[in-house]
């Protein structure tokens, strides 16, 4: 069945991010600072968070309801076990025309030659900065940068498209921004830059604390001249360009300061089976009950379906001023995967 349901800003649900885990083994200070996120926090036990049948029959209902695209991510995805074959459920239903990951990429290198022969096609590895002291300084001193780097290589080694995200802080890795492109284009790598983001409530962001689009791009252009490129598909999230002197493609995610909401066809699960039309929205649906308490398939899409229609989220094409709109009860970016 191919049903496309339309919210009230006209936008089809084709997307759906699911996490798969609200743990991290970084704590990045944009997204879980350790004074948030330390020994005490409390993260969900085992029995709060979506089995992988729980995740397959989830999938299996959004796919009925127009997605075609699937990311896993978390928390840090790779710490759930198994999750080589959670991939390769979803990736037998039907309907299903593209998986992707979001990784920090620490452990990548261990686990690439499974998920890729799960199925996996994509991965987006996590990386801020090359220089090990602005890596550490931005994850909370976790991990190496060699590691995240043998991950990339090894998943491109086994097959799987790689893209490299690099998320750009004022003071923090601007310096980094040419040295990680030239690294990437030397290696045939996607690279896309990623606008800072007020996201959940931790982070303390300020609009005088991101690097903006037009920003990073005249950076770009100096070291070697870009130009745009059209998108894969409506609704991608970054802008494309390639060098003109290589085939090569960078893109951007700006959210910040050239949003892009009124393409945004993604559904985002929690690790505890909560639905959130919005990367911002404060509240989510708890599916996890639905599932629980016995409902058939449709009646969760029923419930799913309402909910889509009812949605009217542009946070970002709403968020003008020099401070976050919703100050205090936003969800957190470690609990829905970004
Ligand atoms: N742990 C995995 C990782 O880091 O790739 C997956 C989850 S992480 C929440 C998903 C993406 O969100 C990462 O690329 C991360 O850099 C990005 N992110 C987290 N907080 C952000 C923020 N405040 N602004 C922009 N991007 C952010
Ligand atoms: Fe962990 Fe990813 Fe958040 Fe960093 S961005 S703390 S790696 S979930
Ligand atoms: Fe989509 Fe919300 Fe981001 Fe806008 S702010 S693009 S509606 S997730």
Redesign the pocket.
Same mark, same amino acid.
């Given at each position: 069945m191919d049903h496309v349901m339309r919210d009230k800003l006209h936008r089809p649900l084709r997307d759906l991010r699911i996490s798969v885990t609200d743990r991290?083994n970084?704590r990045?200070r944009?997204?879980m600072p350790e004074e948030i996120f330390g020994p005490d926090y409390s993260f969900l036990p085992s029995d709060k968070i979506l089995s992988f049948d729980e995740i397959e029959r989830l999938a299996e209902i959004f796919v009925s309801l127009g997605v075609k695209k699937l990311r896993i991510?978390?928390?840090?995805?790779l710490l759930r076990r198994d999750l080589a074959k959670l991939i390769e459920r979803l990736g037998q239903i039907d309907g299903v025309e593209d998986i992707a990951l979001?990784?920090?990429g620490s452990l990548l290198k261990r686990h690439a030659a499974d998920l890729a022969t799960a199925g996996l096609s994509r991965v987006?590895?996590?990386l801020d900065s090359l220089n090990e002291e602005r890596f550490l300084a931005m994850n909370g001193n976790r991990g190496k940068v060699k590691n995240v780097l043998e991950g990339i290589e090894k998943a491109a080694e086994v097959g799987m498209g790689v893209k490299v995200?690099m998320?750009v802080q004022k003071g923090k890795n601007d310096q980094d921004i040419i040295p990680m492109a030239r690294f990437f284009k030397e290696r045939n790598h996607t690279l896309r830059f990623?606008?800072? @983001?007020d996201?959940g409530n931790s982070?303390g962001?300020r609009l005088d604390d991101v690097i903006s689009k037009k920003e990073i791009l005249d950076q770009i252009h100096q070291f070697s001249p870009i130009e745009p490129m059209k998108p894969n598909y409506r609704g991608e999230v970054a802008t494309r360009y390639r060098y003109i002197d290589s085939d090569q493609e960078i893109g951007i995610i700006s959210s910040v300061t050239d949003s892009f909401c009124s393409t945004c066809t993604r559904a985002r699960i929690s690790a505890e089976g909560k639905l959130y039309t919005c990367l911002f929205a404060t509240d989510g649906t708890d599916l996890r009950e639905l599932l629980r308490s016995g409902k058939s398939n449709e009646a969760i899409a029923n419930s799913i379906e309402n909910v889509w229609n009812h949605r009217d989220d542009r946070y970002s094409d709403e968020r003008t001023s020099m401070t976050p709109i919703r100050t205090n009860a936003k969800v957190e @970016?470690?609990h829905i995967?970004?």
């Amino acid at each position: 069945m191919d049903h496309v349901m339309r919210d009230k800003l006209h936008r089809p649900l084709r997307d759906l991010r699911i996490s798969v885990t609200d743990r991290c083994n970084f704590r990045c200070r944009y997204c879980m600072p350790e004074e948030i996120f330390g020994p005490d926090y409390s993260f969900l036990p085992s029995d709060k968070i979506l089995s992988f049948d729980e995740i397959e029959r989830l999938a299996e209902i959004f796919v009925s309801l127009g997605v075609k695209k699937l990311r896993i991510t978390g928390g840090e995805p790779l710490l759930r076990r198994d999750l080589a074959k959670l991939i390769e459920r979803l990736g037998q239903i039907d309907g299903v025309e593209d998986i992707a990951l979001t990784t920090n990429g620490s452990l990548l290198k261990r686990h690439a030659a499974d998920l890729a022969t799960a199925g996996l096609s994509r991965v987006s590895v996590s990386l801020d900065s090359l220089n090990e002291e602005r890596f550490l300084a931005m994850n909370g001193n976790r991990g190496k940068v060699k590691n995240v780097l043998e991950g990339i290589e090894k998943a491109a080694e086994v097959g799987m498209g790689v893209k490299v995200n690099m998320v750009v802080q004022k003071g923090k890795n601007d310096q980094d921004i040419i040295p990680m492109a030239r690294f990437f284009k030397e290696r045939n790598h996607t690279l896309r830059f990623i606008e800072y @983001m007020d996201v959940g409530n931790s982070n303390g962001w300020r609009l005088d604390d991101v690097i903006s689009k037009k920003e990073i791009l005249d950076q770009i252009h100096q070291f070697s001249p870009i130009e745009p490129m059209k998108p894969n598909y409506r609704g991608e999230v970054a802008t494309r360009y390639r060098y003109i002197d290589s085939d090569q493609e960078i893109g951007i995610i700006s959210s910040v300061t050239d949003s892009f909401c009124s393409t945004c066809t993604r559904a985002r699960i929690s690790a505890e089976g909560k639905l959130y039309t919005c990367l911002f929205a404060t509240d989510g649906t708890d599916l996890r009950e639905l599932l629980r308490s016995g409902k058939s398939n449709e009646a969760i899409a029923n419930s799913i379906e309402n909910v889509w229609n009812h949605r009217d989220d542009r946070y970002s094409d709403e968020r003008t001023s020099m401070t976050p709109i919703r100050t205090n009860a936003k969800v957190e @970016m470690s609990h829905i995967g970004g």
